[in-house]
Every structure is written in C-alpha cells, then in structure tokens.
C-alpha cells in the first residue's frame, strides 16, 4: 500500500535562509505527488504536482520540488523563505484513485 | 478554474442534532468526490470516496450510518453528520476530481469546521 513519510514533525529557519522540506513515498507504480501548503483554520492550497517528466518541477511561491525515483523522494526547497511561508506543509502521493498524505511539517520562521 | 467551494464554512450545533455539509464543484463536473477529516494538529484522513449515482466507498473504521455521503449531481456532494457528538468536531474538507482530461489531481474545498457542544 501507498504511504507518505515527512520525517520532520517541525522545522524552524530564519527568514531569508533556504528550506527543504523532507518527503519519502511508498509506491509500487509510478507515483502523482504534490506538495500542498495549509494555514491556520484553512483549507489545503496546491503548491506543486509531479506528474511526469522533468523531475524538477516549479510551483507557486517560489517553491519547486525535485522527484528522485531512486530515492523515493520528494523534497520541496525555496532558496529564500519569508515570514508569510510559516504554515503547514503537507506532502501527498496518488494511488489507485486515493490521495494519502504525509503527516505534515509545521514551518516556524525567524525574524 | 478548478473551484471548490463548501458550505458552510463553519457550524456549531447541539449534541444529538445532525449537520449537513456541502461540497460543490463551481466550474468543473466532479463525477468523484472525496471527504476528509482532520483533527488539530494533524494530517487529513480520507473518509470516504463519493461517487456520483453509486454509493460512497467508506474507509476502514469509518461509520457510514454516522456519516452519510450523498453525491446527486455532478457538482454536489454532501455530508450528513447524524446525532452528532462532541468527539465529531472537526475539521472537515473536501475535494473533487474532474470527470474530463484523466487526471488524477484533486481540487481541495476550503474546509468546514463543526463542533459539536
């Protein structure tokens, strides 16, 4: 069965220093991951996907994520946080029509 | 495009009562749908999957006389918490998947936040 792993539970930088945010999957076929982010009291909002392709791949808020299907990986990176990056970050694969998500990395940010 | 919408975005009711969540998709057709549950400070649970005109496919430990999934159209789906409890309050969010183009992502709702005192 399809499983998502964020090993880092919180994860706490200064503003303006780089990020990666750590992602393991488990699934047999090829995967369809995403990156969603989620703040306080709100709804999830879709950061990035992997469908195919480049494994590198752009998303919103200068956000981009690479793919390493050696690894079983999907680390999401942004070279330059900003104070409004501090929220949760949920890591999801797609498989046999369900989405699972990882249990999230809350994001702190120093001044 | 790709909106999700839900309805409402917040409830409080009495212990006992049931409460009623809609899910819409605005401008797609959502032939599925997905309902989620997530408690404070934690990840989201997949409730059960709705699919239109069929009943909904409920996950493992998940009571479907408690939560009752109806999917009439190809835009709407909603959730009946029945005799709600205190235990039942939560956050919960929906998604939908377009009927056209094959792909497998899902448009998340804003989420609807129940308790239930």
């Known amino acids: 069965a399809q499983s998502v792993t964020q090993p880092d539970i919180h994860i706490t930088v200064s503003e303006g220093a780089s990020l990666e945010l750590r992602c393991n999957y488990s699934?047999?076929?090829?995967?369809?991951l995403f990156w969603y982010v989620q703040s306080p009291g709100q709804g999830l909002q879709l950061l990035l996907k992997?469908?195919?392709?480049?494994?590198l791949v752009q998303g919103i808020k200068g956000f981009e994520a690479e793919f390493k299907r050696s690894q079983s990986s999907f680390n999401l990176r942004k070279p330059s946080v900003h104070w409004s990056d501090a929220a949760e970050y949920f890591c999801a694969v797609v498989g046999d029509d369900k989405i699972i998500f990882g249990k999230g990395t809350r994001l702190h940010i120093l001044p | 495009g790709a909106v999700v919408s839900q309805h409402p975005s917040w409830v409080i009711c009495k212990s006992g009562t049931s409460v009623k969540i809609e899910c819409r998709s605005l401008d797609f057709q959502a032939t599925t749908m997905f309902w989620y549950r997530q408690f404070p400070k934690q990840s989201l649970m997949l409730m059960a999957t709705s699919n239109e005109g069929s009943k909904a496919t409920y996950e493992q430990g998940v009571e479907k006389d408690k939560f009752l999934i109806n999917h009439a159209s190809l835009t709407l789906s909603t959730l009946t918490v029945t005799s709600a409890h205190p235990e039942d309050s939560s956050f919960y969010i929906c998604?939908?998947?377009?009927?056209?183009?094959?792909?497998?992502?899902?448009?998340f709702g804003p989420g609807t936040r129940l308790t239930v005192l």
């Open positions: 998604s939908a998947k377009r009927t056209a183009g094959g792909s497998n992502e899902q448009f």
């Open positions: 699934y047999g076929a090829t995967p369809y």
């Open positions: 992997y469908f195919s392709g480049d494994t």
